[in-house]
């Protein structure tokens, strides 16, 4: 019979190898033995343990089942936010981009601007930072905040210059570009990637660069993130300077000043897309002045000043099986034609929306029809037409519920008071976390990228932790059971701890997200963004309840009355307070930093009339650029009312009364001078 001083040292032995394990595998990302011999040393320790009382270690995995792993690559933020582009598809919307420019710059309608006309490759996106020529690390884009540090592997690119010895070369810059694949090149992998984007993102990541080094990986510099005195006035001439460092940029490239001329190139390039080396899926239009890209700025999650022009949508015909309604997490019921599967443009469709009852109706669109589907970028397929002339008598009429599908609510049109007309979307009039599947919606948007961005929790993983019946409110993801998780299909020990550290992970959030997670609806990103800064405090957002003064909301400049309605009703209902309080206790919510180092510290301004050379929203981003308060309304709260031409005389009143102080543009340009 063993003794207890051998059976320790049998029991300590293999405590150290598995330490060694968890090291070579999670920091060194050289593992010596394969997962099924890992797994199978945790699992004989975790056998003595039930086997022998007496044996217990603080880096047990019976105990530490929340070891910190590492992913396969470490993670940094990008010092400028590396953002994507919008969308556009036709004449119009290129039109409506241009008019925003104009509006937001207070321009002529005639003004004309030079654009940097680019190729818009289907890649993926990576950063280099080169100090002193010297290539020092490589992002990939990852949210746009935060990449994985692939370095060693973007060195294994013959396109990506390592050091630099040009004069002119900048001693601290950040330059972007598109790593792909040749299509002639992607013949050779086919049978491991479904397309040369897959295969290109898959290469980048793989554990080790002298795997990467095999794949014949390509990259096309397009931009700049962070540069230090970056004295380029225009996108083309920096596109110049990178070719003459040694980066290989688009042959196709090009300047076009005239509108017309835009459309012209974009349709005779899309017309000669497929004989091109690469995949490209548009053009990409930069305003070609670095000064004006500067003053437009960012809106949301894309620059005002670029914009990417997709090729024509593809398209297909196929029959209507039946048609089912899916529940958003703001109640909106949407029908969706479930299709004989078609090929459109490289992607088998199943699905297409139908987007409301309105569209059905005026369509037309019944059970049964041949109808043309239609996929464009990005955007969800979508049914444009029924062809009539293959319509049968077995078609059967599509009749929408009055109640919910899922809760039995009832459904409901909302009144638009602005509009003064009834919202096209039927809704479910459930509220809080009655309906199911809202809730199951509300849930993936807790966990999305935008939101808490928990790796492994994608939108399948959540139905099935919802059938599982292991989460019911957002707060059950704090409180999994991580082993009862690890005895369901698909799932193993390394992912369940791979799970545990994403969630681990996202405890840790800024204020404007947590109130972007909760899903209230009218408050996205930019609303929560807003919110967030005029409480600045987590604190006062958790003592809100259906007593607060919801009207305090007017004064934030961009907040209406919608969302202050939304907000009233959304704090009104008790399960809804119950859910976030219950997050506070698990969540590290970080206050909203309010830069206070600028020209306007602590004064609030608002504008009324029209100012000269500069749009309101420039005016707008500029005065909070400088740390001051924009506010909506005249209040005792406001420092100065700003005043242009034919301003709105009430306003002037009302500051003339409250002891406002007055001023014109000059003034104002004299304050942040």
Same mark, same amino acid.
């Given at each position: 019979?063993?003794?207890?001083?051998?059976?320790?040292?049998?029991?300590?032995?293999?405590?150290?190898?598995?330490?060694?394990?968890?090291?070579?595998?999670?920091?060194?990302? /050289?593992?010596?033995?394969?997962?099924?011999?890992?797994?199978?040393?945790?699992?004989?320790?975790?056998?003595?343990?039930?086997?022998?009382?007496?044996?217990?270690?603080?880096?047990?995995?019976? $105990?530490?089942?929340?070891?910190?792993?590492?992913?396969?690559?470490?993670?940094?933020?990008?010092? @400028?936010?590396? %953002?994507?582009?919008?969308?556009?598809?036709?004449?119009?919307?290129?039109?409506?981009?241009?008019?925003?420019?104009?509006?937001?710059?207070?321009?002529?309608?005639?003004?004309?601007?030079?654009?940097?006309?680019?190729?818009?490759?289907? !890649?993926?996106?990576?950063?280099?930072?080169?100090?002193?020529?010297? %290539?020092?690390?490589?992002? #990939?884009?990852?949210?746009?905040?935060?990449?994985?540090?692939?370095?060693?592997?973007?060195?294994?690119?013959?396109?990506?210059?390592?050091?630099?010895?040009?004069?002119?070369?900048?001693?601290?810059?950040? @330059?972007?570009?598109?790593?792909?694949?040749?299509?002639?090149?992607?013949?050779?992998?086919?049978?491991?990637?479904?397309?040369?984007?897959?295969?290109?993102?898959?290469?980048?990541?793989?554990?080790?660069?002298?795997?990467?080094?095999?794949?014949?990986?390509?990259?096309?510099?397009?931009?700049?993130?962070?540069?230090?005195?970056?004295?380029?006035?225009?996108?083309?001439?920096?596109?110049?300077?990178?070719?003459?460092?040694?980066?290989?940029?688009?042959?196709?490239?090009?300047?076009?000043?005239?509108?017309?001329?835009?459309?012209?190139?974009?349709? #005779?390039?899309?017309?000669?897309?497929?004989?091109?080396?690469?995949?490209?899926?548009?053009?990409?239009?930069?305003?070609?002045?670095?000064?004006?890209?500067?003053?437009?700025?960012?809106?949301?999650?894309?620059?005002?000043?670029?914009?990417?022009?997709?090729?024509?949508?593809?398209?297909?015909?196929?029959?209507?099986?039946?048609?089912?309604?899916?529940?958003?997490?703001?109640?909106?019921?949407?029908?969706?034609?479930?299709?004989?599967?078609?090929?459109? +443009? !490289?992607?088998?469709?199943?699905?297409?929306?139908?987007? /409301?009852?309105?569209?059905?109706?005026?369509?037309?669109?019944?059970? !049964?029809?041949?109808?043309?589907?239609?996929?464009?970028?990005?955007?969800?397929?979508?049914?444009?037409?029924?062809?009539?002339?293959?319509?049968?008598?077995?078609?059967?009429?599509?009749?929408?519920?009055?109640?919910?599908?899922?809760?039995?609510?009832?459904?409901?049109?909302?009144?638009?008071?602005?509009?003064?007309?009834?919202?096209?979307?039927?809704?479910? #009039?459930?509220?809080?976390?009655?309906?199911?599947?809202?809730?199951?919606?509300?849930?993936?948007?807790? @966990?999305?990228?935008?939101?808490?961005?928990?790796?492994?929790?994608? $939108?399948?993983?959540?139905?099935?932790?919802?059938?599982?019946?292991?989460?019911?409110?957002?707060?059950?993801?704090?409180?999994?059971?991580?082993?009862?998780?690890?005895?369901?299909?698909?799932?193993?020990?390394?992912?369940?701890?791979?799970?545990?550290?994403?969630?681990?992970?996202?405890?840790?959030?800024?204020?404007?997200?947590?109130?972007?997670?909760? +899903?209230? *609806?009218?408050?996205?990103?930019?609303?929560?963004?807003?919110?967030?800064?005029?409480?600045?405090?987590?604190?006062?957002?958790?003592?809100?309840?259906?007593?607060?003064?919801?009207?305090?909301?007017?004064?934030?400049?961009?907040? +209406?009355?919608?969302?202050?309605? #939304?907000?009233?009703?959304?704090?009104?209902?008790?399960?809804?307070?119950?859910?976030?309080?219950?997050?506070?206790?698990?969540?590290?919510?970080?206050?909203?930093?309010?830069? =206070?180092? +600028?020209?306007?510290?602590?004064?609030?301004?608002?504008?009324?009339?029209?100012?000269? =050379?500069?749009? *309101?929203?420039?005016?707008?981003?500029?005065?909070?650029?400088?740390?001051?308060?924009?506010?909506?309304?005249?209040?005792?709260?406001?420092?100065?009312?700003?005043?242009?031409?034919?301003?709105?005389?009430?306003?002037?009143?009302?500051?003339?009364?409250?002891?406002?102080?007055?001023?014109?543009?000059?003034?104002?340009?004299?304050?942040?001078?």
């Amino acid at each position: 019979m063993e003794d207890t001083k051998s059976i320790k040292k049998g029991y300590i032995d293999k405590i150290k190898r598995l330490i060694k394990h968890n090291e070579l595998y999670y920091s060194k990302n /050289n593992p010596l033995i394969s997962d099924s011999e890992y797994d199978e040393l945790k699992k004989n320790i975790i056998e003595l343990e039930i086997k022998y009382d007496f044996l217990k270690h603080k880096d047990s995995p019976s $105990k530490n089942i929340g070891f910190k792993p590492s992913k396969t690559f470490k993670k940094q933020r990008h010092k @400028v936010p590396m %953002l994507s582009l919008s969308n556009i598809f036709d004449k119009n919307d290129l039109i409506n981009f241009e008019k925003k420019i104009k509006n937001y710059l207070n321009l002529k309608i005639n003004q004309i601007f030079e654009y940097s006309v680019e190729p818009k490759i289907d !890649g993926i996106s990576a950063s280099l930072t080169y100090r002193n020529g010297v %290539l020092v690390s490589g992002l #990939s884009r990852g949210d746009g905040y935060e990449g994985e540090l692939i370095t060693e592997n973007l060195k294994t690119i013959k396109d990506i210059p390592q050091n630099i010895k040009f004069k002119d070369f900048p001693d601290n810059i950040e @330059v972007r570009g598109e790593v792909y694949i040749n299509k002639s090149d992607f013949e050779n992998l086919k049978d491991k990637f479904a397309n040369p984007r897959n295969a290109a993102s898959g290469s980048l990541r793989q554990k080790e660069s002298s795997e990467t080094k095999k794949i014949p990986l390509k990259f096309i510099a397009y931009t700049f993130g962070f540069f230090e005195n970056n004295k380029f006035n225009k996108q083309s001439d920096f596109l110049n300077s990178l070719q003459n460092w040694g980066f290989k940029v688009s042959k196709h490239n090009s300047i076009i000043s005239n509108f017309e001329e835009l459309i012209q190139n974009h349709k #005779s390039f899309e017309e000669k897309r497929y004989e091109l080396e690469y995949d490209v899926d548009g053009l990409v239009y930069k305003i070609n002045d670095l000064k004006l890209q500067n003053r437009l700025g960012f809106v949301g999650n894309a620059p005002r000043w670029a914009v990417a022009h997709k090729f024509s949508a593809a398209y297909s015909f196929s029959k209507i099986l039946k048609i089912e309604i899916q529940i958003g997490r703001t109640g909106a019921l949407t029908p969706v034609a479930k299709v004989e599967p078609v090929n459109i +443009g !490289g992607v088998v469709v199943s699905n297409a929306t139908l987007h /409301n009852e309105d569209e059905i109706i005026k369509k037309d669109i019944r059970i !049964g029809d041949i109808v043309k589907i239609e996929r464009a970028g990005d955007v969800i397929p979508h049914v444009i037409s029924v062809d009539t002339k293959k319509r049968n008598s077995k078609t059967i009429k599509f009749k929408f519920p009055s109640r919910c599908p899922s809760c039995g609510s009832p459904v409901e049109k909302e009144y638009n008071k602005q509009t003064k007309k009834h919202d096209a979307v039927k809704r479910c #009039s459930s509220e809080g976390y009655k309906c199911e599947k809202m809730v199951i919606e509300k849930i993936k948007h807790f @966990v999305s990228k935008d939101a808490l961005n928990i790796d492994g929790l994608g $939108k399948r993983v959540v139905e099935k932790f919802w059938e599982k019946n292991f989460i019911r409110f957002p707060q059950d993801i704090f409180k999994l059971d991580y082993k009862k998780i690890e005895t369901s299909d698909g799932w193993g020990t390394q992912s369940v701890l791979n799970l545990k550290y994403s969630i681990d992970k996202s405890k840790n959030i800024s204020f404007n997200k947590f109130i972007f997670s909760l +899903g209230i *609806r009218h408050i996205g990103q930019e609303n929560a963004k807003l919110i967030a800064k005029h409480l600045q405090k987590k604190e006062k957002f958790f003592r809100i309840d259906e007593n607060f003064d919801f009207n305090s909301f007017i004064n934030i400049d961009g907040i +209406g009355e919608i969302q202050i309605a #939304s907000l009233r009703k959304f704090f009104s209902i008790k399960e809804n307070l119950k859910v976030v309080k219950e997050l506070a206790k698990f969540l590290n919510i970080k206050n909203e930093v309010i830069n =206070n180092s +600028g020209k306007l510290k602590k004064l609030s301004f608002m504008i009324t009339g029209k100012l000269q =050379n500069m749009s *309101r929203a420039e005016a707008k981003s500029t005065i909070e650029k400088n740390s001051g308060k924009i506010l909506s309304s005249v209040t005792k709260k406001l420092d100065y009312l700003v005043v242009g031409e034919k301003p709105t005389t009430k306003k002037i009143n009302q500051a003339k009364d409250l002891g406002i102080k007055i001023i014109n543009q000059d003034e104002l340009n004299n304050l942040l001078n």
